[in-house]
């Protein structure tokens, strides 16, 4: 990817994020990139083309994100891996990941095919270490691990050793 091209994906995660997709233009995106306008339909076409090369980009994040706990042998394994897995966004990726909670209100993004890769894995490691309803424990991590990765990118977690190691705890790993 050339520079500009990044600078124009970059200015757009960040101005997504703070003023929304539909408050932002092509014009106020091409101004904090320091590229043209007609930069940005060059390379995506329009301000959709921009969204879909970052929701791209975020599947695979995901998929990368998501190798360790596919690629896992044991449910513990996966289980820790799977609960490693909001704490390690780090700071770079901060925008990005917001960017992407952010599209799930405002854009009702759905993002469940993304996830059932994940969600099939953790099913698995539940049934393995014998729970009485796999597919609910599965659902229910996901849900509650959703919840803390957003309040990480909101900066709401005060807490975050402490709540990791309870979850650690929590599912013996």
């Known amino acids: 990817m050339t520079e500009k091209k990044n600078n124009i994906i970059q ?3 960040k101005l997504f994020t703070c003023t ?3 408050a932002c233009s092509t014009s106020k995106v091409a101004k904090q990139a320091k590229v043209s306008e007609g930069l940005i339909f060059k390379h995506f076409k329009n301000k959709e083309g921009l ?3 970052i929701l791209v980009e975020g599947e695979e994040k995901s998929k990368k994100l998501f190798y360790p706990i596919l690629s896992a042998e044991t449910p513990q394994q996966i289980l820790k891996r799977t609960l490693e897995l909001p704490f390690r966004i780090k700071g770079d990726d901060f925008e990005f990941w917001k960017l992407q909670y952010k599209l799930k209100w405002e854009l009702e993004y759905d993002h469940s095919k993304k996830m ?3 969600m099939d894995r953790l099913t698995e490691a539940f049934t393995a270490l ?3 309803n796999p597919e609910m424990e599965a659902q ?3 849900y509650t691990l959703d919840g803390i990765a957003a309040s990480l990118l909101k900066g709401a977690l005060n807490n975050e050793t402490e709540l990791h190691d309870y979850l650690m705890n929590k599912y013996n790993v």
């Open 130 to 132: 014998d729970y009485s």
């Open 116 to 118: 059932q890769p994940l």
């Open 11 to 13: 200015a757009a995660l």
């Open 20 to 22: 929304g997709f539909h």
């Open 140 to 142: 229910f991590l996901l």
């Open 51 to 53: 969204l879909q090369a």
